[in-house]
């Protein structure tokens, strides 16, 4: 029961802390009064073709945002919800309805549908009055009674340090099937939060924690920007108020300035778009006050334009690059803080432009560029994207990796998947914090185009967990941004991940890998797995060892150090400009037809051939030697160096010299170097009859399980 908050006029750390920036941040309705409704505008008029009094306002946010919604549900709503808590009183002397009404007017603010206001009216009566769910579900409807009994339950989480991962974990499963759940619980925590100053201090601070350390993230994540900013600001003066107050006066201080940059930039920008003839709508954004402290801390020092942000507003997606390049152009841009979040959305469905201008005085101004529909959902996130048991209007692309559903973005499917998977509450619990914890999150590219959206620090063993579940078990390798790349290996915003899967039904994820991963769904699925196979865990060293005492092919000689090469090949016919002259192929880069290869004299005038991007060839042009023209004849045969790359696995060696020995390859010598972490790389060079067979021979070797590339060995530095 939520009767503990108090009338917002009430003073308190949290209501004190919390002035003009957020006001100003959009264009709200007066504050209900709840306290001086009388009974009469409580309960309305008996006619009941009219609505009562107190849901006026209600009615009308609702109706800003759905003109067509109908009302009798409401209306029906209201009066169970005023006769069911008539009686019960709000610790600050109000009748207890007054909370519901306040809590369904902060969603109706923010656009939610009929049936969120219908139940968020609802959401306290199944808890503490007569009323059932059955009676709900006759009156209301299965959707509503579905809404109110998630949120019954989530009134029933203990929030206390012993409870944690297991209510928690509940309250999730409760919320995870229908995010309109949640959205009902962070308006509840809101109002609450705004009422809280009648409690005792230790109390306060006990609620301020649990919001800002598991509810404000989760309002981070669905994209109810409006509730998350006004939460934090609440939290921060209840557990910061001498920071609190600090920010405030530099905040009353800028306020009174004469002149105000924002504004003279807002003019700017309106004249540069009035020009351009491009419809946009701008204007200026306080910061709120945990922005403004978090600005302070950065930057030291405030100017006028750090306490707010320019907003421009258009019709259409094209237009925000059209406004981007207008400013650009006309304006003094600041490059490096260009993000494009509207071909990349963030994980909580944000989409926008931001950029940067800088004045003549050197003062910076951010940007923010979107259309009127992006700032519907930036502002309200999941809550203003609608019913989501309607059919959807159009059908995303399967390979976003995301539901189909808006309202349940993929980050709250991913959070089902891991409470599911999870081993014990404490392992989700543990996880989950870690996650929530996170305040920026990448994005990283398939090689098909899809995008995957990681935390900031996440890996490339997150990268395959997040794309292929548990399949990952079997990943053996990437490729980031074309190179190959270890599964520790970090990843960046904007980098493209290959994921390379075994084909070795043996193929088990490492303990190793535990140290690596940083998402939830990446330790979850790894720990399920050791947990499931004791014995298997730590992968034996016996495989790490096989490979060092792999068995040459019979025809192999003596295997050489590590990163040596051959000597050359006089096997493909060669031709120089230079009659007469002895033409041999440079050991350092081995050319083969038909690489482009040039050559230079050495002593006792023979001719030697690199290939014209070995490293040798840049360093002899620079000392003056003169280039001789050389191409190839027409003999064929020809001797290359190729190097594999490959994860071990029994009887890797002899399959792969199989494979080689088939394409009619003949192995003049080879070497196997030590493994490191459970990969092996091989060299070989080989001689081949005819050099038009090597495409076809590094592909059989490609085709050997476990083995992940083959390529030519790269020109080395020696001399020619």
């Known amino acids: 029961m939520n009767a503990e908050a108090v009338d917002p006029a009430s003073p308190g750390p949290a209501t004190s802390g919390h ?26 008029p008996a006619s009941r073709d009219r609505l009562p009094d107190a849901i006026g306002h209600v009615v009308d946010a609702h109706r800003a945002h759905h003109p067509d919604a109908g009302l009798e549900p409401l209306r029906q709503a209201y009066l169970l919800a005023e006769s069911s ?83 928690f974990r509940k309250m999730l499963v409760a919320t995870g099937n229908d995010v309109r759940v949640m959205s009902i619980k962070l308006a509840d925590r809101l109002h609450n939060m705004r009422t809280l100053g009648v ?17 404000i993230p989760l309002a981070e994540r669905l994209g109810v920007q409006a509730l998350k900013t006004e939460l934090e600001d609440l939290v921060f003066a209840i557990l910061h108020p001498e920071e609190n107050e600090r920010t405030r006066e530099l905040i009353l201080r800028n306020a009174s300035r004469a002149d105000d940059p924002l504004a003279e930039v807002a003019d700017e920008v309106r004249e540069v778009l009035r020009e351009a003839d491009i419809p946009a709508e701008v204007r200026i954004r306080p910061r709120h006050f945990v922005s403004v402290h978090r600005v302070s801390r950065k930057r030291g020092r405030l100017r006028g334009a750090d306490f707010g942000r320019l907003l421009v507003l258009v019709n259409e997606d094209a237009d925000c690059y059209g406004v981007l390049g207008e400013l650009h152009t006309c304006l003094t841009p600041v490059v490096s803080e260009f993000k494009d979040f509207i071909a990349v959305p963030k994980f909580n469905l944000y989409q926008s432009l931001h950029t940067a201008v800088a004045r003549d005085d050197g003062q910076v101004v951010e940007v923010l560029i979107r259309t009127h529909q992006m700032h519907k959902v930036a502002e309200a996130g999941v809550v203003a994207l609608g019913n989501p048991y309607a059919a959807p209007v159009e059908e995303q692309s399967a390979s976003d990796g995301e539901r189909v559903d808006p309202t349940r973005p993929g980050w709250l499917s991913r959070l089902l998947e891991w409470q599911r998977g999870a081993p014990d509450p404490d392992t989700f619990w543990s996880t989950l914090r870690e996650d929530l914890a996170q305040d920026r999150e990448i994005t990283v590219f398939r090689p ?39 599964l520790s290996t970090t990843l960046k915003d904007g980098d493209t991940v290959q994921l390379l899967m ?20 990446a330790r979850i ?37 590590p990163g040596t090469v051959p000597g050359p090949s006089t096997g493909a016919q060669v031709l120089a400009d230079r009659p007469g002259a002895t033409v041999r192929l440079a050991g350092c880069c081995t050319p083969v037809p038909p690489d482009a290869v040039t050559g230079f004299a050495v002593r006792g005038g023979a001719v030697t051939v690199h290939r014209v991007e070995c490293a040798a060839v840049a360093r002899m042009k620079n000392a003056g030697r003169a280039e001789v023209g050389v191409h190839w004849g027409e003999g064929a045969e020809c001797r290359v160096t190729l190097v594999a790359e490959s994860f071990v696995r029994p009887h890797l060696l002899a399959d792969l010299t199989e494979a080689m020995a088939l394409e009619g390859a003949e192995i003049v010598s080879a070497t196997v170097e030590p493994p490191t972490q459970q990969q092996v790389r091989h060299t070989y060079t080989v001689q081949l009859p005819d050099a038009a067979h090597l495409p076809a021979l590094m592909r059989a070797m490609r085709n050997v399980a476990g083995v992940y590339d083959v390529s030519r060995a790269k020109p080395q530095t020696q001399g020619a």
């Open 19 to 44: 002035v003009a920036p957020t006001g100003a941040r959009r264009k709200a309705r007066p504050r209900l009064d709840l306290r001086r409704l009388g009974r009469a505008a409580l309960l309305g």
């Open 448 to 486: 098909d185009g899809g995008t995957i959206g990681l935390p900031d620090g996440a890996t490339c063993v997150d990268a395959a967990y997040a794309q292929y579940g548990e399949d990952a078990h079997a990943c053996i390798g990437a490729r980031v941004n074309g190179r190959l790349a270890t």
């Open 502 to 521: 075994g084909q070795d039904p043996a193929s088990e994820p490492s303990r190793q890998w535990l140290e690596h991963a940083h998402t939830p769904a």
């Open 525 to 561: 699925a790894i720990q399920r797995w050791l947990t499931a196979h004791p014995e298997r865990s730590d992968p034996p060293a016996a495989r790490s060892e096989e490979a060092r005492r792999a068995p040459r092919p019979a025809e192999e000689p003596a295997a050489q150090a």
């Open 199 to 215: 409690m005792r201090p230790e109390k306060q601070e006990r609620i301020a924690k649990v919001t800002r350390d598991v509810l």
């Open 85 to 167: 808590h008539r009686g019960q009183m709000r610790k600050s002397g109000e009748p207890y309805i007054t909370h519901p009404l306040a809590v369904t007017l902060i969603l109706a603010e923010l656009g939610a549908e009929t049936t969120t206001l219908t139940a968020s009216l609802l959401h306290d009566t199944v808890e503490d009055t007569e009323v059932t769910l059955d009676q709900v579900r006759e009156q209301f409807g299965e959707e509503v009674s579905y809404l109110v009994d998630g949120v019954t339950k989530l009134e029933k989480v203990d929030y206390g340090a012993a409870a944690e991962p297991e209510t």
